[in-house]
């Protein structure tokens, strides 16, 4: 198990490599100037290129790219070009709003999917099975920002139980924190409920048709002890594999999240360098994004020895 | 539904929801009435006023770092750190004191040599600061409060330069700070203003933080725009950013921000109906719509085919595009100028009341254009442009004109319209923006109406009789010769189509009313403002 963990470990680095070769050369072709945004309108061009090359964007790629990577080599991810402020700062900012808004949309996506799921297959062709495949339709159909406005409409404007916006700190309370991000967890949850539910059902279709399934009713093994424990756990390995993948899925809706409930996140913080054409903020946060999805990927490959032990590394 | 009816929609059934009293959530309710939070026009991302020159870093500094002179809402510069000024008869040398007992952030005491090495810095930036560097002789401080700035020629826009609101305003930091190169943003935020920058707070993107300042010392004249005293009610006022508009105005609706600089035109009939939000004019200077003409490559580096564009233009066609149904948000001008400023005039602007297809396509006619494709590159990341950028391209295929429509973001547009090299060849011929209507106000800080060739703004007008008068205005000696200098530059910047405004329009601000004393301004005055 070591050796695998150490294995896959190594086989990150060609990866996050391969990754940061691919950031750094697409935002060098990519257009724009963030010299040109910084300077203003009143600049002379005199003026931009003076303010470019104080910024080191003048020199050339091969350059640029062999400074960046020793930095990041040393755990140095830059210096924001528009804050001046070390880019490890910016994100170390920003991080807990997003973990925050991540685990809890993972909690309330698993807790509300996995068991929808079960119901589907297990009532398959009911009405609780049409209905939760509906809702699934729905929750992959309607984009983010559409559920978050509605939902802050509702929770927020019309029923006063939640705030608009914003986000507390953990540090200042449990009750807060969870206050501030009930909306964003359920709009961001929506379509990755919608996600796991479906795996969970297909997959446990396939289960409860198999012999062991009939043999445990057979024995007289009661229906929830069959679905949830028998036929669940055989069920896991693709679900586990789904909840992974979705990572990416909350990554990506994370960021329409945080600007829809104004959270101050590492979605928001990518945006905002986008547009401003913040080289070393975007090519760290990518890089970060990656390493975690890297790692994530790892955490469910060991979790499948946890759920099937026939899987040995 | 498009998304900008969905956020009306989504947005009015708040105010229906709040018309049936909303109680204040909890957050609100904790809110100290000392502490304002105001949610600003953009991100502040940077917060050097000198090295980037976006409003809303100018107006966060207005708070932090103080000016010598302050302009007032009659456009008149009133002295704000000094104390006093001299004048030699011939115009040349300019003394200055400081008034007594002005301190930093930091405790140390503000002196001329910090004004000086301020001063210093500014001007390498300022269009108007590098037109008194040309004609300098000496930048020196004379003991610790006073300083003398002597010039090869005389300089009658001293006062102006020194007082003005338009960014880089000369904000005065300590001389330590004020030795960073201009083109290098600084790394400390100590001013003397009325505010102090909590830089430990400061989430880029998220939040801005200030504090009052206890030892500032306020003018006791009346608070007009930069002028009087910037007595601070605040103990702390938050810069809450929000990047989605219809949660702004959520947020105001439910009590979590007490001031929103910039609504959405669209969000604003929901605002006025609810009954704790006052809604009026933010800045009475408005913006000016523009787009600018490439004059160095075909088509538009013909004059007739300029003046055929500026002919067929209906500039209501654009300001509805961009402000909506309401009348009270725009103008029609015939004019370069800020409309309702003292030097506003329409001298030479009847083409830009025309309106006429016909006679825009004879022009184009006379001119030859042969179907050379038009670059309209548009930023589909900001709403005016994007509405602007629609509406010309009809205009322009109304008239007969090929159009190479670029939708791209304002990132790009920004580097793109740099490129001096022929549209087919990564250049363009047209680019959409707007100009604040106080820098149109006079031809100061009105980069954009500059006609001097290859150093012109964008687009590179090269029409002679502009920059005569503009240089006419700089030199004029009272408000007659400066009107008639006005005139006379209108009348050749509509001539030439040195670029192509499309119209004046305003925009409001939203308020708790339990928040008093919010005025109209070029930048939001958080001075004199209380809560309730």
């Known amino acids: 198990m070591l050796a695998f963990v150490v294995r896959r470990i190594i086989t990150t680095i060609p990866v996050m490599a391969f990754v940061a070769l691919f950031v750094f050369s697409l935002l060098y072709i990519a257009p724009g100037d963030p010299a040109a945004i910084i300077a203003g309108d009143q600049a002379s061009p005199a003026d931009v290129e003076r303010i470019r090359a104080n910024l080191g964007l003048d020199r050339p790629y091969l350059v640029r790219f062999a400074e960046w990577s020793f930095r990041v080599l040393q755990g140095d991810l830059g210096t924001s070009i528009f804050t001046s402020l070390p880019v490890t700062q910016l994100i170390a900012q920003r991080i807990e709003p997003t973990l925050s808004l991540m685990v809890l949309t993972l909690i309330f996506s698993v807790t509300i999917a996995v068991p929808m799921g079960v119901l589907a297959a297990w009532k398959a062709g009911s009405w609780i099975d049409r209905g939760a495949m509906a809702f699934a339709v729905f929750g992959f159909s309607v984009p983010v920002f559409v559920v978050g406005y509605l939902l802050a409409y509702v929770f927020a404007l019309k029923l006063d139980w939640v705030p608009v916006q914003g986000y507390t700190p953990l540090s200042q309370g449990v009750w807060p924190w969870f206050r501030n991000l009930i909306l964003p967890s359920v709009t961001l949850g929506l379509v990755y409920i919608a996600l796991i539910a479906r795996i969970t059902r297909a997959t446990m279709l396939e289960v409860l048709q198999q012999d062991y399934v009939r043999t445990a009713q057979a024995k007289g093994v009661g229906q929830r002890e069959m679905l949830f424990l028998h036929a669940l756990k055989n069920a896991a390995v693709p679900i586990v594999t789904i909840v992974g993948i979705g990572i990416a899925l909350l990554i990506g809706g994370a960021v329409v999240t945080e600007s829809v409930f104004a959270i101050p996140g590492l979605g928001r913080l990518t945006v905002d360098a986008i547009l401003r054409r913040d080289y070393p903020v975007i090519q760290g946060v990518v890089l970060m994004f990656s390493l975690v999805y890297v790692l994530v990927n790892l955490i469910i490959d060991l979790t499948y020895t946890l759920v099937d032990p026939r899987i040995r590394y | 539904m498009d998304r900008r009816t969905f956020l009306k929609s989504a947005a009015g059934a708040g105010a229906l929801a709040a018309t049936g009293g909303l109680a204040m959530p909890a957050l609100a309710q904790g809110a100290s009435a000392k502490t304002l939070r105001f949610v600003p026009q953009a991100n502040l991302a940077n917060f050097d006023p000198i090295w980037g020159t976006q409003y809303v870093v100018r107006n966060a500094a207005l708070l932090v770092w103080d000016t010598l002179y302050g302009i007032d809402s009659k456009f008149q510069p009133q002295r704000q750190m000094v ?6 008869a011939d115009g040349l040398t300019w003394t200055f004191k400081l008034r007594s007992g002005l301190k930093f952030h930091d405790g140390a005491p503000v002196t001329s040599k910090d004004v000086v090495q301020s001063l210093i810095r500014w001007s390498a930036r300022d ?6 560097r040309a004609i300098q002789n000496e930048l020196v401080a004379v003991d610790d409060l006073t300083w003398k700035w002597s010039l090869k020629q005389p300089y009658p826009k001293m006062l102006l330069a020194l007082a003005k609101n338009n960014a880089p305003c000369s904000f005065i930091m300590p001389e330590r700070i004020a030795k960073t190169d201009p083109f290098t943003q600084i790394t400390e935020y100590i001013g003397s203003g009325p505010m102090k920058f909590v830089r430990n707070e400061w ?16 003018r006791s004249e009346k608070a007009d ?17 929000m990047p989605d508009a219809a949660t702004a105005a959520a947020a105001l609706q439910n009590g979590e921000v007490d001031w929103w600089e910039t609504p959405l035109a669209d969000l604003v009939p929901i605002l006025k109906s609810h009954k704790d939000i006052s809604v009026d004019i933010g800045d009475p200077l408005g913006n000016i719509g523009a787009f600018r003409m490439n004059h160095l490559h075909p088509p538009f580096n013909n004059l007739k085919v ?5 002919t067929a233009l209906n500039q209501e066609d654009y300001m509805r595009a961009i402000v909506g149904d309401d009348d009270k948000l725009w103008k029609p001008m015939a004019s370069f100028f800020t409309p309702g400023t003292p030097l506003y005039t329409e001298e030479g602007g009847e083409i830009m009341k025309k309106k006429s297809v016909a006679d825009a396509k004879k022009l ?7 179907g050379e494709p038009v670059t309209c ?8 442009t994007k509405s602007m950028g629609d509406v010309t391209a009809e205009l322009l295929k109304s008239i007969g004109m090929n159009v190479d429509f670029v939708a791209t973001d304002w990132g790009t547009v920004g580097a793109r319209r740099a490129q001096k090299t022929a549209p087919g060849q990564g250049g363009w011929s047209m680019f959409h923006t707007w100009h604040a209507g106080a820098d149109c106000v006079n031809p100061s800080s009105y980069t ?8 012109a703004w964008f687009g590179w007008p090269d029409v002679p009789a502009v920059e005569t008068e503009v240089t006419n205005w700089f030199n004029a000696k009272d408000m007659a010769e400066e009107k008639a200098a006005m005139g006379r530059l209108n009348k050749a910047a509509v001539e030439n189509v040195v670029y192509v405004p499309t119209g004046f329009y305003l925009g409001y601000q939203a308020w708790r009313k339990n928040v008093s004393g919010v005025t109209s301004g070029p930048f939001p005055v958080l001075w004199g403002v209380s809560k309730a």
């Open chain 2, 448 to 455: 954009a109406v500059r006609a001097n060739g290859e150093k």
């Open chain 2, 83 to 88: 104390e006093s000024e001299e004048v030699s």
């Open chain 2, 306 to 310: 300029r003046q055929a564009v500026m």
């Open chain 2, 203 to 218: 989430v880029p993107g998220a939040k801005a933080v200030f504090e009052k300042f206890a030892d500032y010392k306020p």
């Open chain 2, 225 to 241: 725009w930069l002028a009087g005293g910037k007595n601070m009610l605040f103990d702390r006022v938050e810069w809450i950013i």
């Open chain 2, 127 to 132: 269009p108007m600061g590098l037109m008194i």
């Open chain 2, 377 to 384: 590159v548009v930023a589909q990341d900001m709403a005016a």
């Open chain 2, 364 to 370: 184009l006619a006379e001119a030859g254009y042969k």
